[in-house]
């Protein structure tokens, strides 16, 4: 267990020794900053909970970039500067190696997510003072009255269960290909297409639609309707939850087969 360990921590630095990471978390704080800040000279009537909400809205598509980055790259990368080598002659099995990878990635995903939500939520708290008041659950559209605190932290939750799929599938792009260039453009390609091709798709009267990975993606609009109706389509939570649990499944799967089967000698 302590081996495993070890090869996390790894990971993990190998994540923060890149200059880019800690630019990446510099631009989220300035991003906090910047706009927390213009809210306070320019609005009157913004509360610190719709500040914080409408950075998160904006942000979360930022850091999505930034993990589709670093996890296209994760395995990819190893193929392409040659150190895949040096790493699988060590006594470790090729899964542990795979599975010490992803988590170091969920564990960035997730670090990112967090400095976003502490630093939003205590510069807005000293610029905007405390506020849960109906005013703010109004501000905010949310359902059943509960806590403008409470309901920002599920809107973070249920953001990061889209970064963990979006993690999952840019990792396994960075398994099947040995380019990392190639692994994080095709990613963001297919992210990016994908969010717009299944928004238009969404209006076509077939079933088939609602199995489309990117309709599921945003599982905080739940926050606000139980069910997502257009046309002949109604989403639900549960719905969706399964749907992602099925690519889930699929992405790891392909990527511990490959990975496990690759032969690195060429």
């Given at each position: 267990?302590?081996?495993?360990?070890?090869?996390?921590?790894?990971?993990?630095?190998?994540?923060?020794?890149?200059i880019?990471?800690?630019?990446?978390?510099?631009?989220?704080?300035?991003?906090?900053?910047?706009?927390?800040?213009?809210?306070?000279?320019?609005?009157?009537?913004?509360?610190?909970?719709?500040?914080?909400n409408?950075?998160?809205?904006?942000?979360?598509?930022?850091?999505?970039?930034?993990?589709?980055?670093?996890?296209?790259?994760?395995?990819?990368?190893?193929?392409?500067?040659?150190t895949?080598?040096?790493?699988?002659?060590?006594?470790w099995?090729?899964?542990?190696?795979?599975?010490?990878?992803?988590?170091?990635?969920?564990?960035?995903?997730?670090?990112?997510?967090?400095?976003?939500?502490?630093?939003?939520?205590?510069?807005?708290?000293?610029?905007?003072?405390?506020?849960?008041?109906?005013?703010?659950?109004?501000?905010?559209?949310?359902?059943?009255?509960?806590?403008?605190?409470?309901?920002?932290?599920?809107?973070?939750?249920?953001?990061?269960?889209?970064?963990?799929?979006?993690?999952?599938?840019?990792?396994?792009?960075?398994?099947?290909?040995?380019?990392?260039?190639l692994?994080?453009?095709?990613?963001?390609?297919?992210?990016?297409?994908?969010?717009?091709?299944?928004?238009?798709?969404?209006?076509?009267?077939?079933?088939?639609?609602?199995?489309?990975?990117?309709?599921?993606?945003?599982?905080?609009?739940?926050?606000?309707?139980?069910?997502?109706?257009?046309?002949?389509?109604?989403?639900?939570?549960?719905?969706s939850?399964?749907?992602?649990?099925?690519?889930y499944?699929?992405?790891?799967?392909?990527?511990?087969?490959?990975?496990?089967?690759?032969?690195?000698?060429?």
């Open positions: 267990m302590f081996d495993f360990l070890q090869l996390v921590r790894n990971e993990n630095m190998k994540i923060y020794r890149r880019g990471t800690w630019i990446m978390l510099g631009i989220i704080l300035l991003i906090v900053i910047v706009v927390s800040t213009l809210s306070k000279i320019f609005s009157e009537h913004d509360t610190m909970w719709t500040i914080m409408g950075i998160e809205q904006f942000t979360y598509y930022l850091i999505t970039i930034f993990t589709v980055v670093v996890s296209a790259e994760c395995v990819a990368g190893e193929f392409s500067a040659g895949i080598k040096l790493l699988l002659i060590r006594p099995s090729r899964s542990k190696i795979l599975l010490s990878k992803y988590i170091a990635l969920l564990l960035f995903a997730l670090t990112l997510s967090v400095v976003m939500l502490v630093s939003s939520y205590l510069l807005n708290l000293i610029l905007f003072g405390y506020n849960d008041s109906a005013t703010a659950n109004e501000a905010l559209a949310v359902l059943n009255n509960s806590h403008p605190l409470s309901y920002m932290i599920q809107v973070y939750v249920l953001d990061y269960i889209g970064l963990i799929m979006i993690v999952t599938f840019a990792f396994m792009l960075s398994t099947i290909f040995r380019s990392g260039g692994a994080i453009g095709l990613s963001m390609f297919i992210y990016f297409f994908g969010l717009i091709a299944s928004g238009l798709l969404f209006n076509l009267k077939y079933d088939w639609v609602e199995y489309l990975l990117f309709l599921h993606l945003d599982l905080k609009q739940y926050l606000q309707t139980s069910v997502i109706k257009h046309n002949i389509h109604e989403l639900t939570m549960g719905f939850l399964a749907v992602l649990a099925v690519y499944i699929v992405f790891v799967g392909i990527t511990w087969l490959i990975f496990n089967k690759r032969d690195v000698a060429t």
